[in-house]
């Protein structure tokens, strides 16, 4: 089975599907991918070339695909960075086509929009992950900041991030990078709301920018949660290798993650990710 991966690609770096390729590849699965945007660099190293792909040049390559019957085998459709709102249609058709041909072909959002205090897409695209795709995906992975963009507001803990987290009605919905009042101190939790789980993995807060975090732990958590569709496990999994690539990177003082020369240290973590259960399950407000 393959994943359809719809997001942001390089030349060169370690962000968008230059790096979910790299992870989704080493951990057994092939991996389509398709570039929303298409650029020489990460355009905060300056000077970066390219751009958005045409929306109709997409939609044809999703044809020849379908034309070789390629979505009978697709288990699941991430996307990530998509640069403009005409992109979040040809998402939604390979969402369309994917469950049409396979009855449990999954839909994955990483909304990338923002990080920081700071929205860098254009309204349109915000309103339409909001609106269009937040409804149609059954894992989401918001960081903390596109929590509030999506959510309406932003969580002071725990309790109000599970909130938010449940009220995009999706079947899992995970919090990267989240510091609430409750947090350990010199800790990130990353959260993960399901039906019959609130579950809060907490994690080393590790000092510096690294481009492309994000989309390594979505492909990381998807990569691991689609053999045997065990969230818990997943999330444990995940939540250990994005530590243990973190502190390569910055061990090395490397500009990109260091997939590739840290591959052994993120596919074997040396330490496992303690998981705990929120004990406020039917205790949530969020305003």
Known sequence: MAILSIQSQVLRGAVGNSAATLILSRLGHEVWPLPSVLLSHHPG???????????????????????????????????GYLGQDSTADIVLDAVQRARAANERSLYVLDPVMGDLGRTYVPDSLVTAIRTRLLPEADIVMPNAYELGLLAGGQAADRRQAFAALDSFGTRIALLTGFS?????????????????????ATVPRIDGHFSGAGDA?????????????????????????????????????????????AEAAWTTPRDEAEIATCPCKDEHKFS
Do not use: W, Y
Request: net charge neutral; glycine share 10%.
């Open 217 to 261: 732990f979505a492909a990381l958590f998807l990569g691991h949660f689609l053999p045997d569709r065990n969230a818990r496990r997943a999330l444990a999994a995940a939540s250990a290798s994005i530590t243990a690539l973190l502190q390569a990177t910055k061990a090395a003082q490397a500009d990109e993650l260091a997939i590739v020369a």
């Open 180 to 200: 609430g009042r409750d947090t350990p101190q010199g800790r990130l939790d990353i959260l993960l709301a399901a039906a019959d789980a609130r579950l809060i």
């Open 45 to 79: 190293h300056g000077g970066a070339q390219g751009g958005p792909m045409d929306p109709a040049r997409l939609a044809a390559l999703l044809d020849g695909l379908s034309g070789r019957g390629g979505f009978t085998e697709c288990e699941a459709v991430l996307s």
